[in-house]
């Protein structure tokens, strides 16, 4: 799957909706961003976008933003409840999906350095981003705010990361910088503002004291009482949710709850969420309560159960859970894999050298596993096989995994190759070399990537023909013999594509590997055909 970055800029103009509409149209516009939410405020005079893409997306479509807010924004007139000190106020990059944290600090860090050279205005770096403990919260850089900015940036301590250490009136100056998602979490509670406050103290990172802290890290949370719902809640930040998970909190917030003979009337999430928060969830209550559950919309299912999620407004995952509202098109990503089979069969057949053996051999190692799983689910929740359930229990999931993971392949390989072809079309010259070699080891590394996934299926293979249900039996036979020519066609693709590979060591390495891999997958093809054989009903 594609990298994904969100940002979530915060413009100090909550009023002026021309203003707003601009820098929305801005984002909009920027090639690989998607837009996702728009939330002005007119008291705080400040609105907050919401906007996802890759890394060299982000940054662009951030900097298109900041440049119509620096044409459109006067500071010098400007006045909110909210705490700021610039035009653009804070601009953090956040990891989502296929991204490391070091990533979004190289997205801020280009970010700062572009703003502060296209347009000249200051900007200080904040969270994983700096490396000075004195600034590195947005609220000891925002100390001040607009108005003491000017005398602020006389300070040597206070030299911007990026661009001049100058006063600029009418845009003062900006923070950028990365930090995990942050998720907007609340506990709903049957009682008074006071219990609730009570739950979050004892939940919250600050606890009461310095000398009291509470027992949840990375979390933030007071109590409050919301008329429109009439009950009270626990409302709470996870800054960090892979830390401390949305689960983590429910189960912490109900635990005090009930010591207190207090109800908890479910919970909800504010804003967007990422699906990796919620499929943590699920697998907490699916091993706490014993449940086998792999297909991913039934376990977002399972989370939104357990947490309540639909207390208070139907949480629709659609809408709710950022990597599906930005999902890939598959038949862009992957057009080969989404084709009909007719289609693919076809285009196998014709006059072109890709898709060809590479792409081929993924998609019947992906059958192979696929016919392994089913062989499981053909046992699995029968009453005739039931002392066998926890058996399919274990089985299951990684044949699953494998067949999902080997899909991909089917385009990576045919991608891998027309690289390769686009490579060897560079003008001669070092970079060609360089290109080439990239590429070669690319169309390497690519079938070697489908051995490997298929590899990891033949120990399940070889315990489900010991226990699956025999009616499926011809189906575990023929899934295995198309695993092993799966693996037995991406090894001749990787040999082939060795031969022009220059890199000795790199050739030994893949090579014994390609060749342990092929020999373990023959060897186990026959032990499991032999078990099969043996078996009676």
């Not at 006063?167 to 503002?193: C, D, E, M, Q, W």
């Not at 005739?384 to 399919?392: G, P, Q, R, V």
């Amino acid at each position: 799957m594609n990298k994904l970055v969100e940002c979530v800029p915060n413009f100090s103009e909550g009023r002026d909706q021309s203003i707003i509409d601009a820098i929305s149209k801005a984002i909009r516009d920027t090639e690989g961003c998607t837009l996702l939410d728009v939330d002005p405020g007119k008291s705080t005079n400040r609105t907050v976008y919401t906007f996802v893409g890759c890394p060299n997306s982000i940054v662009n479509g951030a900097v298109n933003a900041t440049k119509v807010a620096f044409k459109l924004i006067d500071m010098t007139k400007h006045h909110g409840e909210h705490p700021r000190m610039g035009a653009l106020d804070v601009c953090p990059f956040v990891p989502v999906r296929n991204v490391t944290m070091e990533e979004c600090v190289n997205c801020s860090k280009e970010f700062g350095k572009r703003i502060s050279e296209e347009i000249g205005v200051p900007i200080f770096l904040y969270e994983e981003a700096s490396t000075q403990s004195y600034r590195k919260q947005l609220k000891q850089i925002r100390q001040g705010e607009y108005e003491g900015l000017e005398e602020k940036l006389k300070e040597e301590k206070w030299k911007p990361d990026f661009g001049p250490a100058k006063f600029i009136p009418s845009y003062g100056a900006s923070v950028t910088g990365a930090r995990s998602f942050l998720i907007a979490y609340n506990v709903n509670i049957l009682g008074t503002k006071e219990q609730a406050h009570r739950i979050a103290l004892n939940v919250r990172e600050a606890g009461r004291s310095e000398n009291e802290p509470g027992r949840l890290k990375f979390l933030k949370g007071i109590g409050w009482y919301v008329d429109e719902y009439k009950l009270a809640q626990v409302s709470m930040n996870l800054d960090n949710y892979r830390v401390t998970g949305v689960h983590t909190v429910f189960e912490e917030c109900s635990k005090d709850a009930r010591e207190l003979n207090l109800a908890v009337a479910g919970s909800e999430i504010v804003g967007l969420v990422p699906l990796e928060a919620i499929l943590m969830a699920a697998d907490y209550y699916i091993a706490k309560e014993n449940l086998f559950i792999i297909d991913e919309a039934l376990k977002v299912r399972l989370a939104i159960e357990r947490l309540g999620l639909s207390s208070c407004s139907f949480f629709d995952p659609k809408k709710r859970i950022i990597d599906y509202m930005v999902q890939e098109d598959l038949s862009v990503t992957q057009p080969l894999a989404s084709m009909s089979v007719r289609g693919f069969v076809e285009l196998l057949g014709s006059r072109t050298p890709a898709p060809g053996g590479g792409s081929a051999s993924a998609l019947i190692a992906a059958m192979g596993a696929g016919l392994g799983a089913m062989t499981g689910w053909m046992t699995y929740g029968k009453k005739k096989f039931e002392a066998l359930d926890s058996i399919m229990r274990e089985l299951l999931p990684p044949l699953d995994k494998a067949m999902r993971d080997l899909i991909p392949y089917i385009d990576a390989d045919t991608n891998a190759f027309n690289d390769y072809i686009k490579a060897m079309g560079t003008p001669k010259g070092p970079q060609r070399d360089a290109a080439i070699d990239k590429a070669l080891k690319q169309a390497i590394n690519i079938p070697l990537s489908t051995m490997r996934i298929s590899n990891s299926c033949w120990n399940s293979l070889l315990k489900m023909a010991q226990y699956g249900n025999l009616a499926s039996k011809s189906d575990l036979e023929v899934g295995c013999k198309s695993l092993e020519t799966g693996i037995w066609g991406a090894h001749r693709n990787v040999t082939i594509n060795l031969l022009d590979c220059k890199d000795a060591q790199f050739v030994e390495s893949t090579t014994k590997e390609a060749n342990e891999i092929l020999k373990n997958a023959q060897e186990s093809l026959q032990k499991v055909l032999e078990i099969l054989s043996n078996r009676k009903e």
